[in-house]
């Protein structure tokens, strides 16, 4: 009777759910359900005003294919490090899970690099939030990904910093892995924009 | 189990505790948490009605003088919003606090600071958005803020209509934040045994409004940030001369705004559902039709928003397709009444002033309901849109409906909370008066409609047939001012002199009737467990065998004091070794530093950000990391 007493008191930082999942990994799930709603519709905005700008320049003369998919791939390799980084939490090697997510940061911030300069070069060929349709619905949706993929960086890199001041015990996964769900939730909708705008013919 | 008591009560850390007035802001006790959303949302809903107040002041007469057009336009802008966002809404969350945690058998819900978050965020963003009548003039394009009467050309005399689009973006953040708890408190933190067909209907209809919350805001905050960025950062997302289409913005807002409407209602019939089986003594009739049709409606809810748009010009198709989908979704409505009728169908009713609302509730939103079903009708509907006739409608099922429904709840849960009843004769006075004056109100405006008076107009000529009924709804509307009143007066009056409450006044079938009134800071003593449907008639019915023999308070029709363990303060959480959240002010700081954040662009557009956005940025972020960061005590 004691021994469950106790078992219940070291469980107390850990409270029975009635599912059994952590209160956090399903919030984070819900947020992310949200987000869905959120991306949609910044998409959808996109896709009703597809071809339909009265000026340009135009999406087809715009946007470099090629440059992008790399950027691309660099987000893509992001989320396999974020697995790793998740993996080394797993098998409790705290330095290896640091240096996997300080790699996805960085990659992260590659792509955010990789973006500015882009957006960049298409102000620079007169492309701007007010120019006309695809500029505004570009540049906002595109924009508020990017955003997005800045806050993760930042939580990547809370989460190294955390780790070293030794916030993060061993064996301590679930932090990581609810970054990991938001990171990975971030690339996807990077892959519905990328195939959404840059790859569909105009 | 007593050992582990002890050795837990000399090792407990030391909490952080706050004296007075910061007791209440630092909270993240559910109970306080709803009672503060209570408050604020009953003082705006007094604002709201002043502002309606004013509109049927000004319509009273033919040719009316109380205020000139703008105004008007400000007035009837900031009634819908105040009572949609600032109170119907918050009102609906109060319940969600105090109620969903006792009836599921939690200490507290899944997230505390998160809920005092909630609260805040949604009281900041109110005065952000109420602070644009002292700086300018208050929004004017109506609550649902069509484009392109909202875009800079045609609307930047005042800073209104930045005000509504960057307190609405902050409200919304409010509602969001509130959802997800509630979302995850319900699927996660009900008492063992507890199964979601054992959840009373109130909780059933939180779980659904939140997944609606979750889903319909964000498509609101898109619309909202395209119009802000059009305001602020010169884009075309609602610009025809660039070849925009501002019909985006009608199905942006009315793909948010439909579900919006069941938002309002589903918690107020979760009540009704609730309160109904109470008072008629019988068990809900259909029970696990009733939770059904309210997840049929929380999914039909999206497949009907353009019958908002039905003089937009969509078309033949699209409007026979909607047409089809909202009579499609009065279906699963009137199952939910007709199972209500079932349940007082041979009852014995106790009639109280609960009961009372709860059957004014059917009464007025069938009405309600019938209204809807003619404005269903594309062709009935041309002739019915942007009059009197749609003000009818929406009144009944928000008025009649939402607001009947949270009073019922109000006079329900009161001694819950507050350990004291509310008077029953002033709870009748304000009933049929209220009754009496609402009817009077908006009954006529059927006849309005029919007759062809336009909405958002800000006076009227005479000679149009129009003049007798306004005069009768401006009537209506000074009746319902003061059931108000009484109702003020009854509950300032009652929380300090009230008869005393206990447990449970109303021989109550669920498991918020278990336990004092008010109820501890720690709710239940030991987590019960549940063992079917309304547990605590369970309890006190053992001849069904199916009670765990927890003993159940009497109950107390007279509202005696209720004697016993909790007579002399009773134990606290420490003493029974059990782990409350402490008080945190971060909840406070991130709430106080996002508010700021987008008031912040009201004094100077980013880029670059103004220092008010600066400052509420670096409160957001000192706010979020000491959230994350606090030291674990208590928690």
Not at chain 2, 80 to 89: I, N, P, Q
Request: negative net charge; contains cysteine.
């Amino acid at each position: 009777m004691a021994e469950a007493s106790l078992a219940g008191h070291l469980e107390a930082h850990e409270p029975e759910t009635t599912t059994g999942l952590n209160h956090r990994k399903v919030l984070m799930w819900i947020f992310l359900g949200s987000e869905c709603l959120f991306f949609g519709s910044l998409i959808s905005t996109y896709l009703i005003y597809r071809n339909r700008s009265l000026v340009g320049p135009f999406p087809q003369d715009t946007f470099d294919i090629p440059y992008t998919s790399v950027s691309s791939f660099v987000l893509l390799m992001s989320s396999l490090t974020m697995v790793l980084a998740l993996a080394a939490a797993h098998r409790r090697n705290l330095a290896q899970m640091r240096l996997w997510l300080l790699t996805t940061a960085l990659l992260g911030t590659v792509f955010i690099g990789g973006q500015v300069y882009e957006f960049t070069s298409f102000v620079n060929h007169g492309l701007s939030l007010s120019k006309n349709l695809f500029g505004t619905t570009f540049f906002v949706l595109t924009g508020f990904h990017g955003a997005h993929v800045t806050v993760g960086v930042i939580i990547m890199l809370s989460l190294v910093f955390n780790s070293w001041r030794g916030g993060i015990k061993e064996g301590e996964t679930l932090g990581i892995e609810i970054a990991g769900l938001y990171w990975h939730f971030v690339d996807v909708v990077w892959i519905v924009i990328f195939t959404v705008v840059y790859l569909l013919p105009y | 189990m007593a050992t582990a008591e002890h050795t837990t009560a000399t090792s407990h850390p030391k909490h952080r505790r706050f004296g007075g007035i910061w007791s209440w802001v630092f909270t993240v006790d559910h109970k306080r948490i709803g009672i503060l959303y209570l408050v604020t949302a009953i003082f705006f809903f007094l604002v709201g009605g002043l502002e309606a107040l004013l509109v049927r002041s000004q319509l009273a007469f033919p040719g009316g003088t109380v205020v000139g057009p703008d105004t008007f336009n400000e007035l009837f802008t900031m009634h819908a919003t105040t009572m949609v966002f600032l109170s119907l809404m918050p009102m609906s969350v109060s319940f969600f606090n105090i109620v969903v945690p006792l009836q599921i058998g939690a200490r507290d819900v899944a997230f505390p600071r998160l809920n005092a978050f909630s609260y805040w965020v949604y009281l900041f963003g109110a005065l952000l958005l109420n602070s644009s009548y002292l700086f300018g003039g208050a929004p004017n394009a109506g609550w649902f803020g069509y484009a392109n009467l909202t875009e800079l050309p045609f609307n930047n005399a005042t800073h209104g209509i930045d005000f509504w689009v960057l307190g609405l973006q902050v409200l919304g953040v409010s509602s969001m934040a509130g959802a997800f708890n509630f979302l995850v408190t319900i699927v996660n933190c009900r008492a063992p045994g507890m199964t979601f067909m054992r959840m009373p209907l109130f909780t059933w209809m939180t779980l659904v409004t939140s997944f609606l919350l979750v889903f319909a805001f964000p498509v609101l905050t898109v619309g909202l940030i395209e119009l802000m960025f059009d305001r602020f950062f010169g884009t075309n997302f609602f610009n025809p001369a660039a070849g925009a289409d501002p019909i985006l913005w009608q199905h942006l807002f009315w793909l948010f705004g439909h579900p919006e409407v069941y938002i309002l209602i589903l918690p107020a019939m979760g009540i009704v559902s609730d309160v109904l089986p109470t008072f008629s003594r019988k068990p809900l009739f259909g029970y696990p039709v009733v939770a059904y049709s309210g997840v049929a409606i929380g999914f039909m809810a999206w497949g009907v928003w353009v019958h908002h748009m039905f003089t937009a010009g969509l078309g033949p198709v699209a409007d026979a397709v909607f047409s089809l989908t909202t009579m499609l979704i009065a279906v699963p409505t009137g199952i939910k009444i007709f199972n209500w009728i079932g349940t007082i169908w041979g009852g014995t009713l106790n009639m109280k002033t609960p009961l009372y609302f709860a059957l004014g509730f059917i009464a007025m939103f069938t009405i309600g309901g019938l209204s809807g079903v003619m404005l269903a009708s594309p062709p009935a509907d041309w002739l019915e849109a942007d009059t009197y006739f749609v003000v009818a409608h929406l009144h009944y099922v928000l008025f009649g409906g939402t607001i009947y429904g949270l009073f019922a709840g109000i006079y329900y849960w009161f001694p819950k909370v507050t350990g004291r009843m509310l008077d029953e004769t002033f709870g009748l006075i304000h009933f049929w008066l209220m009754t009496i004056g609402f009817n009077l109100t908006f009954a006529p405006m059927h006849v309005l409609g029919m007759d062809g008076m336009p909405r958002r107009i800000y006076t009227y000529p005479t000679g149009m047939g129009w003049d007798l009924w306004n005069l009768v709804a401006t009537i209506g509307a000074f009746t319902i001012g003061a059931s108000i009143l009484v109702f003020v007066y009854n509950a300032m009056s009652s929380v300090r002199f009230g008869k005393r409450a206990g447990a449970d006044p109303w021989d109550g079938r669920t498991l918020e009737w278990m336990i004092p009134s008010p109820p501890p800071d720690y709710n239940f003593v030991q987590i019960p467990y549940v063992h079917g449907r309304e547990p605590l008639w369970l309890e006190k019915h053992p001849e069904t065998g199916l009670g765990h023999g927890h003993p159940v308070p009497v109950p107390i029709a007279g509202g005696a004091p209720e004697l016993g363990e909790y007579a002399n303060g009773g134990p606290t959480a420490d003493d029974l070794g059990i782990h409350l959240p402490d008080p945190s002010y971060y909840p406070f700081i991130a709430a106080l530093g996002l508010a700021l954040t987008f008031a912040g662009l009201l004094i100077g557009k980013a880029p670059p950000p103004s220092w008010m956005s600066v400052v509420g940025l670096l409160c957001l972020f000192y706010g979020v990391y000491g959230w994350i960061f606090e030291p674990v005590t208590g928690y």
